[in-house]
């Protein structure tokens, strides 16, 4: 293993096993045949972590695992982490005024959720896999390069070339809102006009698709007092995202890291 590309990290004296990036780089998006990217972003998690809970134990914070889900329970560390940052950081409520100004900046922003009529084939590939995703890429930008010179034949083409079981249906998911696709999907599905079709295939864990919007219904602006506890939340929620930033800066500027880059945090 490359010291250079995968450099041990060390933060404050304490070697982080090089598993633990190597387990962490799952979470981080990287170019296809770049594992430095994902390492190195996953050096810059790791030591943040690994800064926290060294002031978690510094400080003796005590924090049981809690909940998360049905049957899934934080792990010692996460729960350490927590407890850490609910001591340290303390946000109080928005008040009624900085509510009703956040709306009134612009109302049209707080709307029902919009409903997309979507089309797609899909060029299905393992995404970890460099030759299978070059291989699954090519054959997308064929496809593409059809979809685009023939539109009307959309159906046609993905009834005949899609992996995706909506082949039958000529490539038509129905309707969709948010959340009902992966995040990289609804991204491309956002960016489209109506009956627009992807410039470039779009990669995600199920491999490459090739996106049209049939039709977009907008959401209804929505009354104040509908959205003033969603509002409520969200000003709270960016409070506390901005400790918490300070409280990490803090904790890096006093400490001794080899291994990762956290200059911009």
């Known amino acids: 293993m490359s010291k250079a ?3 041990d990290l060390i933060v404050n004296g304490e070697q982080v096993p090089h598993a633990v990036i190597a387990a962490e780089t799952q979470n981080q998006t990287a170019p296809v045949g770049k594992p430095g990217i994902a390492w190195r972003k996953a050096s810059r998690a790791i030591a943040i972590r690994t800064l926290l809970l060294q002031e978690a134990r510094r400080r ?30 303390d946000v109080a409520p928005p008040s009624a005024s900085q509510i009703r100004a956040e709306w009134e900046k612009d109302p049209s922003r707080f ?20 030759d299978d995703c070059a291989k699954a890429l090519a054959r997308a930008e064929g496809i593409l390069a059809l979809a685009q010179g023939h539109p ?22 129905g309707q969709l809102g948010p959340n009902d696709t992966v995040p ?38 929505l009354p104040f007092d509908v959205v003033s506890a969603k509002i409520a939340t969200a000003i709270e929620k960016a409070a506390w995202a901005q400790k918490s930033r300070a409280f990490v800066g803090a904790l890096v500027a006093e400490a001794h890291i080899q291994g990762a880059d956290l200059s911009l945090v």
């Not at 924090?63 to 927590?82: C, F, G, N, S």
């Open 60 to 89: 003796g914070v005590l924090a049981e695992p809690q909940a998360i889900a049905a049957q899934r329970y934080e792990t010692k560390e996460d729960a350490l982490i927590r407890g850490l940052l609910d001591e340290v950081i």
């Open 5 to 7: 590309l995968f450099p």
């Open 111 to 130: 709307r029902a959720p919009p409903l997309w009529e979507v089309s797609h084939i899909l060029c299905a590939c393992d995404p970890r896999d460099a």
């Open 152 to 173: 009307k034949g959309f159906a046609a083409l993905a009834a005949r070339e899609s992996d995706c079981g909506s082949k039958s249906a000529g490539g038509a998911l």
């Open 184 to 221: 990289e999907f609804e991204a491309a599905l956002r960016a489209l006009g109506e009956g627009e079709i992807t410039a470039a295939p779009v990669l995600s864990r199920h491999g490459y698709h090739i996106i049209r919007l049939d039709a977009v219904a907008e959401g209804q602006v």
